[in-house]
């Protein structure tokens, strides 16, 4: 079984400061881990993704994610807020069973971006 | 490169009714994956075709159905339409099944049953 659990369902913060968006998750395989963001009437669009290469993953518009396999996490991070970034971000699990695959997604991250 | 497509965007429906939503991957993409998307429920797994056959599926009635051409387009069909049904359908297509490239998503159709 495996599970996402995103641990803020709103986040704000000031424009110009550091994001935290927190994400845990269970799984009894080897999971690939994803952030991904959808901005209001839109899909989705990757941010970044873990895939068991390195522990510290750089995605697009500034937004990094550490996966910590002792403390189960892989939060996102971001150094400095823009308004841009207000939209809602989803922490997703993916597991390869014998060839079939599992994903799980969180409940999701709202990010208010304060001017 | 052009990205998934899903048509139509928006759709209403009464209770009741039957739809058709569709969903055309990346060129070259064989993997197709459908989810609904609630604000009560989130976003929930409904099936994935890989080379016309369902390869996954999530915990859904028997009235969401779909299917996968072997052009890797894909067709998700609801029947008997009820008032919970409605929601943002997204699709999300893949090269492979079980693999651990990302999925793109499509823009969605925001089905509104009354």
């Known amino acids: 079984a495996q599970s996402v659990t995103q641990l803020d369902s709103h986040v704000s913060v000031s424009e110009g400061t550091p994001v935290l968006l927190r994400c845990n998750y269970s799984s009894s395989y080897s999971p690939s881990l994803f952030w991904y963001v959808q901005h209001p009437n839109k899909g989705l669009q990757l941010l970044l993704k873990y895939t068991s290469a390195a522990t510290l993953v750089k995605g697009i518009n500034g937004f990094e994610a550490e996966f910590k396999k002792s403390e189960t996490s892989f939060h996102l991070t971001k150094p400095s807020a823009h308004m841009s970034d207000a939209a809602e971000y989803f922490c997703?699990?993916?597991?390869?069973?014998?060839?079939?695959?599992?994903?799980?997604f969180g409940t999701g991250t709202k990010l208010q971006v304060i001017p | 490169k052009a990205g998934v497509t899903q048509t139509p965007r928006y759709l209403i429906k009464t209770r009741g009714q039957q739809v058709t939503l569709s969903c055309s991957p990346i060129?070259?993409?064989?993997?197709v994956s459908w989810y609904q998307q609630t604000p009560g429920q989130g976003l929930q797994f409904l099936f994935e075709?890989?080379?016309?056959?369902?390869?996954n599926k999530g915990n859904f009635p028997g009235r969401f159905s779909g299917r996968q051409f072997s052009n890797s387009r894909s067709e998700m069909n609801v029947s008997t339409l009820e008032l919970g049904d409605s929601a943002l359908y997204l699709c999300?297509?893949?090269?492979?099944?079980?693999?651990?490239?990302?999925?793109?998503f499509g823009p969605g159709t925001r089905l509104t049953v009354l």
């Open positions: 997703v699990v993916r597991v390869n069973s014998g060839g079939y695959q599992k994903v799980t």
């Open positions: 999300a297509s893949d090269k492979t099944s079980g693999s651990y490239n990302e999925q793109f």
């Open positions: 060129s070259g993409h064989r993997s």
């Open positions: 075709y890989f080379s016309e056959t369902q390869r």
